[in-house]
């Protein structure tokens, strides 16, 4: 009898088993893979649910299914380290400059420098050549580039309503007239008024020249227009030394708001800042901050550099048993105007819908706004429906913008920072003790540079500069 039952135990064991096992695979049967992707997010308790009604239209379009996941904004860098280290399985991965040539060179990504012309030329054609040389290391693709705001253009934008009070000449970004334009605007509104505030994470107008070469280390760089690409200590450059000498003087004399070396956050509203945009986002920008209008003035650009272009690119694992559907799959998310914008804004007649505007063009209205995919990691902009709050023509010139930039001389250009890591780092950190003062006016560049200077070459500064400058100098033999 006991003999029995243990029988019985096990064969129930067994047939557990079988079942778990089963149901683990859901597509076991039917032979559909199932792409893992992983983005970064919020990590939605909803994610799998929407992931699935994704997967459904993926299975009906190209006949694979899809899992996105999603490793958070504070963890997603730790997340996807363990992920490759350890060799958990997945499909595709969201990169970007910070992570994009490390886990290449760690051998996390698949070579599809042949695979996706053979298997999807349709992708391969409809992305611009400058996107592929900025993906390129070493000759090799490993990541689809996203077409979007590739190139690099930065905008200041002024609050029309100080323009007009002040009749202020905005076309001129010079930092003499940039001087005169927050001295009247000061004078007018008093000592409590500041037109340029600022925080600890504003956009940095001082380096915009100079290309870094995908280090972020800004005291090194091969300024963007320079054709003998030399690499130079931009703290010790004429440019840099004047921008510098405007940011400290404005702090000093209340232009800049005196906590800007010490907030995190901005208000809402600001008389002048400057963003990588374009004209057409000046509408969003002033209701967000409840004013009638800002005025946009190009300040820099457009350019197509290597850490430009490197801003999201998704990449297939060396690992991948999909390597061919995972390719078709981003294909679809860059061709398919329905799929690109389920992914960017949801479940259509859920989170949006369709509407015709007045001039008959189609756009989105969105119904809710939590949605948990993040636009920019996903796919071509230009194939995206518009939101109905934008104007017309607003896709249309950030393409004009991409179509016109000018190449950095570095482009496709990616530093090995395997000789000099350990002074790349001790550099870094030494370097970012003294940048938010210096950036935001805080600190005079006068007494401080000096001794910033002697304090990098202490960490290695020259020796990375000569490095660079013989990799450099081997790439464009």
Not at 44 to 60: A, F, K, P, R, V
Not at 276 to 297: D, F, M, N, R
Not at 312 to 323: A, D, M, P, T
Request: with cysteine; charged share 20%; hydrophobic share 35%.
């Amino acid at each position: 009898m006991l003999k029995r039952i243990n029988f019985c135990l096990v064969s129930l064991a067994v047939l557990a088993a079988v079942m778990i096992l089963s149901g683990c695979d859901k597509n076991a049967d039917s032979g559909i893979p199932t792409l893992i992707w992983w983005q970064i997010g919020s990590n939605s308790s909803d994610l799998s649910h929407y992931s699935q009604i994704l997967s459904d239209y993926t299975q009906e379009k190209i006949g694979v299914h899809m899992e996105v996941r999603q490793g958070t904004w504070a963890n997603a860098s730790q997340r996807f380290n363990a992920m490759i280290n350890t060799g958990e399985y997945w499909d595709i991965l969201f990169s970007d400059a910070n992570t994009y040539p490390s886990f290449a060179s760690m051998g996390a990504y698949a070579d599809i420098t042949a695979l996706v012309k053979e298997v999807t030329p349709d992708l391969y054609n409809g992305i611009p050549e400058e996107l592929w040389r900025g993906v390129s290391l070493n000759g090799i693709i490993y990541g689809i580039p996203t077409y979007k705001d590739s190139a690099s253009t930065m905008y200041a934008f002024w609050d029309a309503g100080i323009v007009n009070k002040y009749q202020l000449n905005i076309e001129d970004n010079s930092w003499q007239n940039l001087d005169f334009n927050f001295r009247k605007i000061k004078a007018g509104e008093g000592q409590r008024y500041y037109p340029y505030i600022m925080s600890k994470g504003e956009v940095d107008p001082v380096f915009l020249r100079y290309d870094t070469f995908t280090s972020f280390l800004h005291p090194i760089g091969v300024r963007s227009d320079d054709p003998e690409r030399r690499v130079v200590c931009t703290l010790e450059q004429a440019d840099v030394l004047e921008a510098f000498y405007y940011m400290h003087k404005w702090y000093e004399t209340g232009v800049i708001n005196p906590d800007a070396n010490m907030v995190d956050n901005l208000p809402k509203y600001r008389p002048y800042f400057i963003a990588q945009a374009w004209p057409a986002v000046a509408a969003s920008y002033a209701t967000s901050a409840g004013i009638e209008k800002y005025l946009p003035s190009k300040f820099y650009g457009p350019i197509h550099s290597t850490q430009s272009i490197q801003g999201s690119i998704n990449c297939i694992s060396v690992n991948s048993k999909y390597k061919r559907e995972a390719l078709k799959l981003l294909q679809l998310v860059n061709s398919d105007s329905k799929f690109r914008d389920m992914m960017a804004y949801g479940i259509e007649g859920d989170h949006f819908h369709y509407v015709t505007m007045p001039d008959g063009r189609k756009a989105v209205h969105r119904d809710r706004t939590d949605w948990p995919l993040v636009n920019y990691q996903e796919g071509n902009y230009f194939i995206e429906t518009p939101e109905d709050t934008v104007p017309a023509g607003y896709w249309d010139e950030v393409r004009h913008l991409n179509e016109t930039a000018a190449a950095s001389q570095l482009l496709g250009f990616n530093m090995d920072m395997t000789p000099v890591e350990n002074e790349v780092i001790n550099c870094k950190n030494t370097w970012m003790k003294y940048y938010t003062d210096l950036r935001t006016g805080a600190s005079d560049p006068e007494t401080t540079l000096p001794l910033v200077i002697v304090d990098l070459k202490k960490k290695g500064m020259d020796k990375i500069i000569a490095e660079a400058q013989r990799q450099i100098d081997e790439f464009y033999k």
